[in-house]
């Protein structure tokens, strides 16, 4: 009953867990492993510079789109590769629309972009003869977001810019990542420093805790095996493993302030080569 109850309630975003030590002692405790150098305060200055590169002309040029300026060059590093095509892109979150119109004009003119938002005014911001296209549902139900795979999906890339609930953002990941990106594609979730800030986590596991154990899962062959497991040619080499479908399918995690990056490619077992 305890269990219905606390889906219930996780489905209404009404769930009260337990905060981090950290968040509720307002203090982060490092490692004794690092030298005191390393840890020692220093002065951070304000940005003084915008960014340089044309996706934030293209922010510049639009209103009613709420961005922070560093993410411009990580969207330009993790983007850039997808521009020469058309592909299929899901925003999760469309505020007031201006996001929307930015990636349909940053990306290949040919490209479809879907946006989701559980504000029914944001129909209104769907351009459907451009191919920019709005549906309503929640990204914390999962058959909201199988309907919007099966009629868009899957994606090339997926940009989790939603509630910023710690629980959406799990929910979503684990519903859209296997069936909804394509191979080659790219799950970006910002806005995460909201994971540090008490209001928003409303789950055991944050997506940043998520996201660190998934760089345990990217290590998941070389767990209880040794090198000569995986050298080319030798007798003990083994040719298949049983995986996650994680660990199959991570080829890397990227952490930034705020972003967390995941890019899918199908992965093989490591093959290391004495010579």
Known sequence: ???LL???LIKFGLLITKAPTFLTDKSLETSDAFPAELTEKVTVVQASDAPKNPL???FSA???VHKWHHYFDIYTRHFDQYR????KMLEIGVFRGGSLRMWKDYFHPESTIVGIDIDKTCKDHEIADRNVFVRIGSQADPGFLAEVNREFGPFDVILDDGSHKTHHQNISFGALFRSALKDGGCYMVEDLHTNYWLKHVDSEDTFIDLAKQMVDMLHEPYIDRKETDF???HPEAVTQLELSYLAANLACIVFYDSIVVIDKKTQHLPKAELR
Request: charged letters at 40%; hydrophobic letters at 25%; a positive charge.
């Open 231 to 233: 050298r080319h040619g």
């Open 1 to 3: 009953m305890r269990k």
């Open 56 to 58: 934030f002309d293209a």
């Open 84 to 87: 020469d095509r058309p592909i």
């Open 62 to 64: 639009d209103t009613n």
């Open 6 to 8: 606390n889906k219930l």
